[in-house]
């Protein structure tokens, strides 16, 4: 994809152009350049949130993958309010997606930024960090997520690059965490407590879920998926452990990493679980079977094809990755 400011700077840089076509070329960048500053100081649109529970919002991303056309705005972000602070919980697939976040905080109240709460390292979580580097707030995350930053931080930022375009990459970077949670943390956003739990390996090594005590809210990051496929970057045993664990915890409602908000009454854990062990049992089975690595890839939870979005996306890497766990049982 080519940018008019920068094909424009380069024609005009390579070329020996006659006098009038330079005039032109020179009114046309200055076209381009009063575009740009006319574009640069309008306002950021806040990003649309619901009001799910009193001063707690959250922004339900598209269910699809990271592009250029959404901006990375894939995930549920969201924010909760107290009598002093403000605690951002995911900062978005972009900074420009984070500057929306904090645009639509901003809408809300003028209280700082005191958190950001990362669930886990995947970039549409955040990408959008930088957004909040200025407001002076704490990154928070997972005692696992510096080390899971520093192995994989650089190949997202080249990988989205080239998948998302340098336009919308060009603020992004890797903002590590500066409080680790080995096992839990609670945050006091005056009058209103946040319970930060570190969860063992599940989705990915470094999950974080956050309850807010106040009105029995769980963000449970990418633990929990609805009408997405899940998608395993951790360990398919220690998940479904971890379901069971978060089917026990006493919320009102859920907000997933992906798809809708439920209530405590939704078969979405259900759904999920059974996915999760239709895949380890076809998995176990074709290693049992000798059956190669790559059938796994092309066979495994198969029969779940018509339950989820993004199967195609993400099922084969789910059964690949299952395969590496459960060959070595
Ligand atoms: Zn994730």
Redesign the pocket.
């Given at each position: 994809m080519v940018y008019p400011r920068d094909s424009g700077a380069r024609q005009i840089g390579r070329s020996r152009i006659q006098r009038p076509v330079a005039v032109v070329a020179a009114v046309s960048l200055l076209a381009i350049g009063v575009s740009f500053a006319t574009y640069s100081r309008q306002p950021t649109a806040p990003l649309t949130t619901n009001e799910i529970a009193p001063a707690l919002f959250v922004h339900i991303g598209d269910i699809a993958l990271m592009t250029s056309g959404n901006e990375g705005a894939v995930?549920n972000i969201g924010f909760v309010v107290g009598d002093d602070a403000v605690a951002v919980i995911d900062s978005g697939g972009s900074v420009r997606e984070g500057r929306r976040l904090l645009a639509a905080i901003r809408r809300q109240t003028t209280k700082p930024v005191r958190y950001v709460i990362n669930t886990?390292?995947?970039p549409?979580?955040i990408f959008g960090n930088a957004a909040f580097e200025s407001e002076g707030a704490t990154f928070i995350g997972h005692k696992n997520l510096p080390r899971a930053l520093a192995a994989r931080g650089q190949f997202y930022l080249d990988a989205f690059r080239r998948i998302m375009g340098d336009d919308i990459m060009a603020e992004v970077k890797i903002v590590a965490p500066s409080r680790l949670v080995e096992t839990e943390l609670r945050l006091d956003l005056g009058g209103r407590a946040l319970v930060v739990t570190a969860w063992p390996a599940a989705?990915?090594d470094n999950d974080l879920t956050i309850l807010d005590e106040a009105s029995h809210t769980l963000f449970a990051?990418?633990l929990v998926f609805v009408q997405h496929i899940p998608?395993l970057?951790g360990s398919i045993r220690g998940w479904m452990a971890v379901i069971d664990q978060l089917a026990g915890i006493p919320a009102a409602r859920l907000v997933p990493?992906h798809g809708p908000v439920i209530d405590a009454a939704s078969p979405a854990l259900d759904d999920q679980r059974r996915y999760l062990a239709r895949l380890a049992q076809d998995v176990r089975g074709l290693i049992a079977r000798g059956a190669p690595i790559d059938i796994a890839a092309h066979s495994a939870g198969q029969s779940e094809k018509g339950s989820w979005t993004l199967f195609e996306d993400y099922n084969s890497r789910n059964a690949t990755a299952a395969y590496a766990e459960l060959e070595w049982e």
């Open positions: 995930a886990h390292l995947h549409d979580h989705h990915s990051g990418d998608v970057d990493g």
